[in-house]
């Protein structure tokens, strides 16, 4: 019964979630599950297998699941070939609530995946990695969400799984602050929402995990020294 699944996609978040997860149960009642699900790159992915291997997580799951990414390319930056990921800046508060990158009932369908195979391995558990900064544009990151499919999953008349997101009520700095404290590589996780060699550090993703970083008064392991900036050089918290 401690066997549980992780929703991991190589971000920060997930990462240190599924680190742990594993330190609290063991690499070997986790499976992790990474989805392709039509995003414009694979370096989250990447990042995904790293942290696996290195944890010795027996069952990782790369799903392919690009055909998703042309159901949903219409209205989101992150699938559509022809829609520009757009720097933070440009994001107007009228768009806020459900920002271009919103990706139509991404977690949900990632969730059913991963309740799916939950229960196949014997489990009742599935962890993901919402947090509390994401609420404001994705719906699917809120209390209210999980609670509602927890909700639909109970109606399972013999094995239940039950849906975690114990960082839905923390902040990114927060999060990074477990990571560290347990010790998460941050240079093998990727969140920047444009595959290039290095972070662009103008979209939204990237300034989130920058404020985040620059917070907790570290460096950000894929930027350089003088990327990070002179305030981050003495390291501790805030």
């Known amino acids: 019964m401690d066997k549980a699944v992780v929703l991991v996609s190589g971000g920060m978040d997930s990462v240190t979630l599924l680190h742990d ?20 790159h694979a370096r989250e992915i990447e990042a995904a297998r790293w942290n696996a291997r290195r944890l010795g997580i027996a069952e990782h ?31 107007d508060a009228a768009q806020r609530d459900q920002p271009p990158t919103y990706v139509p009932n ?3 369908t990632l ?5 799916a ?4 391995r014997g489990g009742r558990d599935v962890f993901y990695a919402a947090q509390a900064q ?11 969400f999980v609670q509602a499919v927890n909700g639909v999953l109970r109606l399972n008349r013999r094995d239940p799984v039950t849906v975690h997101a114990p960082y839905a009520s923390l902040s990114k700095r927060e999060v990074l602050k477990i990571g560290l404290e347990i010790g998460v590589d941050y240079a093998h996780t990727w969140t920047c929402y444009r595959g290039q060699e290095s972070p662009c550090r103008t ?3 990237c300034v989130e995990r920058a404020a985040a970083f620059e917070a907790a008064g570290v460096r950000d392991p894929l930027l350089t020294a003088a990327d990070n900036g002179p305030d981050c050089a003495s390291g501790g918290e805030r």
């Open 21 to 40: 997860v594993c330190r609290r149960r063991g690499a070997g009642a986790v499976g992790a599950l990474t989805v392709r699900y039509g995003q414009k």
């Open 61 to 91: 799951r790369v799903v392919d699941m690009a055909f998703f990414g042309g159901l949903t390319a219409a209205v989101s930056a992150l699938t559509g070939r022809g829609a520009a990921v757009p720097d933070m800046a440009e994001i």
């Open 106 to 108: 991404r977690n949900m």
């Open 111 to 115: 969730l059913a995946l991963a309740a």
């Open 117 to 120: 195979w939950a229960e196949a």
């Open 134 to 144: 994401d609420r404001y544009g994705y719906w699917d990151c809120t209390p209210e």
């Open 203 to 205: 979209c939204p993703s």
